[in-house]
């Protein structure tokens, strides 16, 4: 019966352990993908002129420079933009011409 018990004990700490090392493994995983991708903003900025590295006697800086930051959004925000309304005039175009079709395939079926 001691035996028994001891085995069943055994089995549910195993079964336990092994929940715990995977949901450890599983937010270790996590972190590292975070810490990643923050590393890979960071260098992406950088290159971007965004972020300026720099250090003196006092100690180690880090600027962002907000005026080229914003001025990037800003290219990007009015391409998006150009991009929208190219597509919107295609998608313009395409309905007239698909309505044009239309009313002369209605004409030719209409006249005997």
């Keep these: 019966m001691i035996l028994g018990r001891r085995q069943s004990d055994l089995r549910l700490l195993r079964w336990y352990y092994s929940q715990l090392r995977s949901f450890c493994l599983s937010i270790g995983i996590t972190f590292m993908r975070l810490i990643l991708a923050i590393v890979l903003l960071v260098v992406i900025a950088f290159f971007l002129g965004w972020l300026k590295f720099s250090s003196d006697d006092s100690g180690a800086t880090i600027r962002v ?25 295609k998608v313009s175009d395409a ?13 030719r079926t209409i006249t005997p």
């Design 65 to 89: 420079d907000g005026s080229e930051v914003r001025e990037d959004t800003e290219a990007i925000v009015d391409g998006t933009k150009d991009l929208i309304n190219k597509g919107a005039e």
């Design 95 to 107: 309905d007239d011409t698909t309505q044009e079709r239309t009313d002369q395939n209605a004409r």
